[in-house]
């Protein structure tokens, strides 16, 4: 069955029953729901992102508020790999639209020696990339430069390329079920590990793209922002090029804490063993310390702003900070 024909199905079944009550959120649709619950979990999750997508259009907000009730009376509660990939889809046409009809050669001055243009193939690239490991199901490394990339020879089509891209690594990640095996360059091999990486790369690349073009950068949920922060750190000891850094910078039992000002969340990282360790809290007396919101420290971390940067409020003794800036540089 075509996407399309999908699509019209689920805008059907959504004004069905809106129109037929006693409502979305009531017990008319409890039978439907019944039913669904036989449907292979991929099927549930595309069902809902076609709820999702037929409410969306909607220009009315109160038709809008109302349909998107309607993917949870049928049970079809929506996921975190679903909400990923809808953020990933945002984020990435935020870029492209930035991007189009800049001046490819534009300095990126937070990825020192890019250009725009560079920028973009990265970005694209890892789209490509990702695609391939999902729709194969791979089990063993495959570099991105084995991945046909079909990049167009005029860089200003490459904003477009891009966006065809992550529009095929989007629909592959929706399809598959997220606990499925693959290969990863992180700690978790499985689908569901690609659309949170494959979100914070949308996120940090907008920023920087943003920062090349002139813009500060726009505003990062702060929910979606300390994710970030805990994605990268879960992931760090699994890149070769920061793992020997890491272990070289001694000062076993120092202590760096991050602190959320507008959250109160809080990541305490403890050096030693040859490497690190980090907790979710605040939890023993800190060596170094730097506060800010949880989107302007996830920047920091990926090293988009400078701790010194008059949004950061920084005490202890900073060259520890420093020297693990220095270190997980990516």
């Given at each position: 069955m075509s996407e399309a024909l999908l699509s019209a199905l689920a805008e059907a079944v959504?004004?069905?029953?809106?129109?037929?009550?006693?409502?979305?959120?009531?017990?008319?649709?409890?039978?439907?729901a019944h039913l669904l619950d036989g449907l292979p979990a991929a099927d549930r999750r595309t069902l809902h992102r076609l709820f999702r997508d037929t409410a969306l259009r909607q220009t009315s907000e109160a038709r809008r508020e109302e349909l998107l009730k309607v993917p949870a009376a049928l049970g079809l509660t929506g996921d975190v790999h679903a909400a990923r990939c809808d953020l990933i889809a945002s984020y990435v046409e935020s870029f492209v639209t930035l991007v189009r009809g800049a001046d490819p050669a534009t300095p990126v001055p937070s990825c020192p020696g890019w250009t725009l243009a560079d920028l973009v193939r990265h970005h694209g690239t890892t789209h490509r990339w990702a695609e391939h490991l999902v729709r194969t199901r791979a089990t063993a490394r495959v570099w991105s430069r084995d991945v046909p990339l079909d990049l167009p020879q005029d860089a200003d089509a490459w904003p477009d390329w891009l966006a065809a891209g992550a529009r095929a690594s989007l629909r592959a990640l929706r399809e598959a079920d997220p606990d499925t095996p693959v290969w990863s360059h992180g700690g978790d091999p499985h689908v569901r590990f690609f659309p949170r990486r494959l979100l914070f790369e949308a996120v940090v690349h907008l920023a920087d793209a943003e920062l090349a073009l002139g813009r500060e950068p726009a505003p990062v949920d702060p929910g979606t922002a300390a994710d970030g922060i805990e994605e990268f750190l879960e992931n760090l000891p699994y890149f070769s090029w920061v793992a020997?850094?890491?272990?070289?910078?001694?000062?076993?039992?120092?202590?760096?804490?991050?602190?959320?000002?507008?959250?109160?969340?809080?990541?305490?990282?403890?050096l030693g063993g040859g490497g690190f360790g980090w907790q979710r809290r605040a939890e023993g007396e800190a060596t170094a310390s730097v506060e800010g919101t949880a989107a302007d420290l996830l920047l920091l971390v990926y090293g988009r702003y400078e701790a010194a940067d008059a949004r950061f409020t920084r005490s202890g003794d900073l060259a520890v900070l420093d020297a693990w800036r220095t270190a997980t540089a990516l």
């Open positions: 959504a004004e069905l029953a809106v129109a037929n009550g006693p409502g979305p959120d009531g017990k008319g649709l409890q039978s439907a020997e850094p890491v272990a070289q910078l001694g000062r076993d039992g120092a202590r760096l804490r991050l602190t959320a000002t507008d959250t109160g969340a809080a990541w305490t990282v403890t």
